[in-house]
């Protein structure tokens, strides 16, 4: 949560309810919250069953799997499993829906400028949050997601148990990375020299820890 923002809006690893592991739990129950909400009772069928519903009765987040094999080059091909949330009546077109939480509202203050200022307060998300948003759109490119859903939601209690949707906005996936400046092809880069780094090394059975060169 705001891993790429100035020092003074990153989150403390404290107890309080803004604290980092607070927040990471609650941005998951959000998420998990908004998409089954989102859900209604029109579904794509895909070719397959989903693997991770075990009985007929369950109460689940549907979400779709694709399995795609890249190559990588003339030996390695890798095997991804990606995700798709939902699609668009009357286009079929894929959509993946992302959610945006306000917990600082010093620096975010959706309640005074979301209304007018949809763009502004997703470009100061996106500063704060780079990592994560090149991460969400990389899944959605992989997965051949043709667009991407962002909903801002805050918080109904100061407790940040209950939350309400204020606002949403719905882009296109390959604009967006473009407006991201990512680049897919110097991602594969850096899988492929992530795969070749721990193949030469002798140790087979160890922990790694790969860290990138500043210079």
Not at 73 to 96: A, F, P, Q, W
Request: with cysteine; charged share 25%.
């Amino acid at each position: 949560m705001n891993e790429t923002a100035p020092i003074e809006f990153q989150p403390l690893d404290e107890d309080g309810v803004n604290g980092v592991r607070q927040l990471m739990k609650e941005s998951v129950r959000i998420s998990n919250k908004h998409q089954y909400a989102s859900q209604s009772d029109k579904f794509k069928k895909l070719d397959r069953e989903d693997p991770f519903v075990e009985d007929q009765n369950q109460v689940i987040c549907s979400q779709g799997y694709y399995y795609n094999i890249f190559k990588l080059d003339k030996k390695t091909k890798i095997c991804i499993r990606s995700t798709v949330h939902s699609y668009v009546e009357g286009t079929d077109e894929l959509m993946n829906i992302y959610v945006l939480p306000e917990w600082n509202e010093k620096r975010q203050n959706w309640t005074k400028n979301l209304d007018t200022q949809t763009t502004m307060c997703l470009t100061k998300d996106i500063t704060d949050n780079t990592t994560k948003f090149c991460r969400w759109t990389v899944m959605s490119m992989i997965a051949g997601v043709e667009k991407m859903r962002f909903a801002f939601v805050q918080r109904s209690d100061p407790q940040g148990q209950q939350h309400k949707v204020v606002g949403s906005f719905t882009t296109d996936t390959q604009s967006f990375a473009n407006q991201l400046n990512l680049n897919i092809d110097n991602c594969w880069a850096v899988l492929k020299d992530v795969l070749d780094t721990l193949q030469d090394r002798e140790e087979k059975n160890c922990d790694f820890l790969y860290l990138k060169d500043l210079n």
